[in-house]
């Protein structure tokens, strides 16, 4: 049975940093390519940064581009998003998930955590 988990989360506030983790099991992790997304209250669900199956392929929203940095390790199953700099408008539930396409929308991605919730005090 596929388990996505992500921790890190918490209340940091601004200039602070974060590092998130989403541990897979239940699948072979590296046939998957990875994202991050994040809902924030009355908002739809933003793609923040995905990563492909090997690493070699990143990508970041504009809005996080040079504070945050997303990362791999296959061997532990694991996902990583470190964030930096953080802003109150960085206050979001942050979900990780797996799919089998590269930086896609949410709704192709097929495994979802269930989410670790980060808040930005100014």
């Known amino acids: 049975q596929v388990q996505v988990v992500e921790s890190g989360g918490g209340l940091v506030q601004a200039g602070g940093s974060l590092r998130l983790s989403c541990r897979a099991s239940?699948?072979?992790?590296?046939?998957?390519?990875m994202g991050w997304f994040r809902q924030a209250p009355g908002k739809e669900r933003e793609r923040v940064s995905c990563?492909?199956?090997?690493?070699?392929?990143?990508y970041y929203a504009d809005s996080v581009k040079g504070r945050f940095s997303i990362s791999r390790d296959n061997a532990k199953n694991t996902l990583y998003l470190q964030m930096n700099s953080l802003k109150p408008e960085d206050t979001a539930m942050y979900y990780c998930?797996?799919?089998?396409?590269?930086?896609?929308?949410?709704?192709?991605?097929?495994?979802w955590g269930q989410g670790t919730q980060v808040t930005v005090s100014s």
């Open positions: 998930a797996a799919g089998r396409v590269y930086c896609a929308t949410s709704h192709e991605y097929k495994y």
């Open positions: 239940g699948l072979t992790f590296d046939d998957y390519h």
């Open positions: 990563i492909s199956w090997s690493g070699a392929m990143t």
